[in-house]
């Protein structure tokens, strides 16, 4: 027996090494047990007394009590009914554990060293020292042990003999590790169920923030693990998670409910903690008037309503998850019928009597107890709430009993009965009691089912605890059973005796259409509107409509899009087409004004033909929007492709033409056939650039197709455009316009100062300048602003004025001239424009330094203005008088070219239209010349007019003065008048013969002045043999002759020289 003890002390210190010291330490009061022999002996170990401070015994446990009557009340129906074969009885040693793990463990060893009956396989053994040949009986089971952490004791003990262990209150998960703890089976349903239910609990009632208290124990921890996850997957969130540290003191307390008390909006506390650890959360919880919160807390509280009774105004509103109860009406009946006097099996139950009835068995201060008082009123105090596990324990042990002797059951009663005992071994007991899932009847016709690892498959009721008249007590509102949930909602009463439920949320929940933006946690949020075109029925999330639909105003519901387009009929669309319809009237008018005008120069000048073609382009141009309205498709994106890129380039090439023939400069006249090649090669030239472009387009359909696409704009609207502006090859197209367009900006700015084709390329720089300007804000509006018709519209009026640029600043001016402007419309007008221009370029600053040459006895600066008052002409020059106006010599000096005027005396007539011939062409110059009079000194003092030398006639070419070899360009439909000839002689009277002649027609008509030139005698000269152009400068009295710059020199009848000149 030395050696047994010394195996079990072993097993203690190497299974229960965190208890051990406590074996030494701890204080047994009393040894009592209650024991019935019988040929089966079942152990029971119950918490009779409570835990004390020092491992003592405490106060009575009135429930262990009631416990212990049930094992003692099964045991004896077991034996009167015959429950078990051939007539086989059961006993029992029931022991104290005083709800201590060392006492526990001692009475453990008090089992297996027990004297009275057999624990060892095979027959019995000799029981007692005195040599007896028979025993009382032999241990098959021990029933218990309590809470917990006691059975996990025990059970390591028990496990080395193979002893099984069925435990009646034990719930903790980890007990279901066969691995662990092989013996042990229970007939309470585990508590790793309970997690489970909590969640489910919490989720009935729609709490969603949650707090959580755990206890610091493998047991409590593993629930919490699980109902963490159970409560994830449902949607529960931890606002705050407190574990309590072992032998936590009160200071550490007061902080975890501090904590907790700090967030409003937690108003579930939920509870995995063990009994003590539960009893001080809830005083500290009064203690810091933390109301008006629900706990809710495990099955192991069921029966403390003495606690949260006299914590009423924390605990009011507490649910509990406890085993179902299943009626005890015939236990309840034998227990208010017991009495110490006729019960003297359980020495315990004096004292119970004692703590009911305040009385003593005993000569106290106390009245004395007579034994014979009736305990009616005991269910009020008792809830019995193990009492049908520990009758179902027992019960189960002979369902054992039975499956193993039921095959001796046709043997004679005395060998049977022997058979059966034999046969009753610990191994073969565990084995059976292991099988498998197995079903048995309790005492109230009641099925229990045992699962493969021994634990008892069951229901759970919902209880909560009540505070009335008589005191707090827990009512059951609930049940779950086979995975549901029944709870009755207005039988529960919440804290503070409230009806209605605790929200239990961190926010509000959001209204249909709008979503949850969540702050921190899954569970705390912020309600926003959901996006258009996506809708919320719950206020969970928005959900996007599918396509083809879009959401209504609320975002509640889904309606189907009515597509939006630059269809016909819209006010968009019908703007367009007036715009269009107004811009081709507007080019065709141009076009008949032109066509009526077409023998004028204005119009047949340079370039004519590219002006008509450029008018075609135009009214084409205008009308490619009519291609962008109505339903876009593929073949309309495509066409709306091509027509844009082809249409702008044709328009550009054309200008690129006028801006290249006004920079071209031709060295000899050409014939008209030859004019109509240059007009031709320029429209060829147009032509091949817009063929380029059109094969841009071609690629561009065949690789990446233009397409119709639905576009949903900010409002939630749909629009139906073309997806024309994103390729690439867009791009390309976009590119070789621009290409165009900066070769006719360069152009048109390197000839801008030109007077050729009435300052034409000045004009086309303009419109340049209008062109990128239009474009620039197009791109600004089309990529930085929302997608929507107005794209369309404003792309349209984009191609509009993209062609009317052209149309104003090209041929508007020609308008101006034709109508308001008709004396400047003239040939002459036209070929002076073309010699001044000429001249501007080549011969001005020559003309200047020589005529300062052929002065060298006159000092520049004794240059002087003389007013003339008596004429209309700004000034005469005189090279002798004193300086007294020197801002005019700084501008004559600044414009060295001058406009010429000499009165020709024979024609008064002839000399205004002079006159106004010279005031348009400084109209319509962008440089204009200064009028003059260059008086020179003469051989005598005489006032005879003729030795002066006046600017009072403008000839046909003024600016056509220096051997440039000018011509007039080739395409001009005219052939250029002669340059005039003249026969000079030293003595003035002898000039003779000076006209100017028409070189196509042979005749001398005068252009300008619509007369002829005569000799002295009034006769027409003769057209002359030879070309001289010469300028003829008086020097002391001769005519000299000067031949690097040119004039042109008319004699009259009366000897008086007329001379343009510098």
């Not at 004292?351 to 009245?367: A, I, P, R």
């Not at 602003?785 to 149309?807: E, K, R, W």
């Not at 020179?936 to 056509?960: C, L, M």
Request: aromatic residues 8%.
């Amino acid at each position: 027996m030395i050696t047994l003890h010394l195996i079990i002390l072993n097993a203690i210190f190497v299974y229960v090494s965190p208890v051990n010291s406590l074996i030494n330490t701890t204080i047994i009061d009393e040894e009592v047990s209650v024991y019935q022999p019988a040929d089966v002996i079942l152990g029971g170990l119950f918490p009779v007394h409570s835990s004390r401070l020092g491992g003592k015994c405490g106060d009575l446990d009135m429930e262990s009590i009631a416990l212990i009557e049930a094992m003692i009340y099964t045991t004896d129906r077991v034996n009167r009914e015959s429950l078990i074969p051939w007539n086989l009885t059961l006993g029992y040693d029931i022991r104290d554990t005083c709800n201590l793990v060392a006492v526990s463990l001692k009475r453990t060893l008090d089992f297996l060293s027990e004297k009275k009956y057999s624990i060892t396989d095979g027959d019995l053994e000799r029981c007692g020292s005195n040599g007896r040949q028979s025993c009382d009986g032999k241990l098959v089971s021990v029933i218990g042990a309590g809470r917990n952490e006691i059975s996990v004791a025990v059970n390591k003990v028990l496990s080395v003999f193979e002893i099984p262990q069925i435990g009646y209150a034990s719930t903790s998960g980890i007990l279901s590790d066969k691995s662990r703890f092989p013996s042990f089976s229970r007939t309470v349903v585990p508590g790793s169920h309970r997690p489970k239910v909590m969640s489910k609990v919490v989720a009935h009632f729609g709490w969603t923030y949650v707090a959580l208290v755990t206890s610091n124990d493998p047991h409590w921890r593993s629930l919490s693990i699980k109902f963490k996850n159970l409560a994830h997957s449902k949607g529960i969130c931890i606002g705050i998670e407190e574990t309590l540290p072992n032998n936590s003191s009160a200071k550490e307390m007061q902080s975890i409910i501090a904590r907790i008390k700090s967030k409003e909006k937690l108003k579930i506390i939920l509870l995995f903690t063990s009994p003590l650890d539960t009893n001080n959360i809830i005083i500290r919880a009064d203690t810091a008037k933390m109301t008006g919160r629900v706990w809710v807390a495990s099955e192991v509280l069921a029966g403390s309503s003495s606690v949260m009774s006299e914590h009423a105004s924390v605990t009011q509103g507490m649910l509990v998850i406890a085993n179902k109860l299943d009626s005890v009406a015939e236990f309840a009946k034998y227990f208010e019928n017991l009495n110490p006097a006729q019960n003297t099996r359980n020495p315990w139950l004096r004292n119970l009597w004692e703590k009911v009835f305040d009385c003593s068995f005993m000569e106290t201060n106390k009245k004395m107890c007579k034994g014979t008082e009736k305990m009616n009123g005991i269910r009020h105090m008792l809830s019995f709430s193990h009492v049908n596990h520990v009758i179902d324990a027992i019960m189960a042990v002979c369902h054992v009993i039975k499956r193993i002797c039921k095959e001796f059951i046709h043997v004679n009663d005395t060998r049977g009965k022997e058979k059966c005992l034999n046969e009753l071994t610990k191994t073969k007991v565990l084995s059976e009691m292991f099988l498998g899932p197995f079903v048995f009847q309790s005492l109230s016709n009641r099925k229990v089912y045992l699962d493969s690892n021994g634990d008892a498959v069951s229901s759970y009721r919902i209880e909560n605890l009540q505070i009335s008249f008589q005191g707090a007590k827990f009512q059951t509102i609930g049940m779950y059973s086979g995975n549901t949930l029944d709870i009755e909602k207005n039988q529960i009463q919440w804290p503070n005796k409230s009806i209605t439920q605790p929200f239990g949320k961190c926010s509000f929940p959001c209204n249909a259409g709008s979503y949850r933006i969540h702050v921190g946690s899954r569970c705390c949020w912020k309600c926003a509107k959901c996006p258009v075109g996506s809708i919320s029925k719950n206020g969970l999330k928005c959900t996007a409509c599918q396509s083809g639909f879009t959401s209504n105003e609320n975002n509640t519901s889904c309606r189907k899009i009515m597509h939006d387009f630059f269809g016909w009929g819209t006010k968009e669309a019908d703007a367009i087409i007036a715009v269009s319809i107004i811009s081709f009237v507007l080019s065709l008018t141009v076009y008949v004004t032109l066509i009526i005008y077409k023998t004028t120069p204005i119009v047949s000048g340079l370039g004519s033909d590219t002006n008509f073609r450029l008018l075609w382009s135009i009214s084409f141009g205008v009308l490619v929007p009519f291609a962008y309205i109505g339903l876009p498709s593929d073949n309309m994106c495509k066409i709306q492709s091509v027509l844009f890129g082809t249409s702008l380039t044709f328009t550009m090439s054309l200008v690129l033409a006028k801006a290249k023939q006004l920079t071209s400069k031709r060295k000899k006249l050409a014939s008209r056939w030859l004019v109509r090649i240059n007009s031709q090669s320029q429209f060829i030239f147009s032509l091949f650039l817009t063929i380029v472009e059109l094969f841009i387009c071609i690629l561009w359909i065949i690789n990446k197709p233009p397409s119709a696409q639905i576009r949903e704009e900010s409002a939630g609207r749909s629009i139906v455009v073309c997806d024309n502006t994103t390729s690439a090859w867009y791009a390309l197209s976009a590119f070789h316009i621009l290409v165009i367009s900066i070769a006719c900006t360069y152009l048109s700015y390197s000839v801008r100062k030109r007077l050729v084709n009435y300052s034409e390329a000045k004009y086309i720089l303009y419109g340049m300048i209008a062109f990128y300007t239009i474009w620039v804000i197009l791109t600004a509006v089309l990529y930085g602003t929302p997608v929507g018709l107005h794209d369309v519209a404003i792309n349209c009026l984009a191609i509009i004025a993209s062609q009317l640029i052209f149309l104003v600043f090209i041929f508007f001016p020609k308008l101006y001239i034709v109508f308001f402007k008709s004396k400047l419309n003239k040939d002459a007008v036209f070929y002076a424009l073309i010699s001044a221009d000429h001249e501007i370029e080549c011969a001005c600053k020559d003309s200047k330094e020589k005529l300062e040459a052929e002065q060298p006895s006159t000092r520049p600066h004794s240059l002087s203005f003389r007013e003339v008052s008596s004429r209309e002409f700004p000034s005469d020059l005189s090279l002798e008088t004193k300086t007294f106006r020197p801002s005019l010599l700084k501008k004559l000096s600044a414009w060295p070219c001058c406009a010429c005027l000499q009165r020709d005396s024979t024609s008064a007539a002839d000399f205004s239209d002079s006159r106004e011939n010279v005031n348009n062409r400084l109209a319509l110059n962008s440089y204009p010349l200064p009028i003059i009079s260059i008086e020179e000194g003469s051989r005598s003092q005489t006032s005879d007019p003729g030795y002066n030398v006046r600017d009072d006639v403008i000839t046909n070419y003024p600016t056509d003065r220096c051997n440039c070899d000018f011509h007039p360009p080739e395409d001009h439909e005219y052939q250029a008048e002669n340059i005039v000839s003249l026969t000079a002689a030293e003595d003035r009277g002898a000039i003779r013969g000076a006209k100017i002649w028409n070189k196509q027609n042979g005749s001398s008509e005068d252009k300008l002045g619509k007369r002829r030139s005569r000799c002295d005698n009034g006769a027409p000269c003769e057209k002359p043999e030879e070309k001289r152009i010469s300028r003829l400068i008086m020097k002391g009295g001769h005519i000299q002759e000067d031949n690097c710059l040119e004039g042109a020199v008319i004699t009259n009848e009366h000897g008086r020289i007329s001379e343009s000149t510098l």
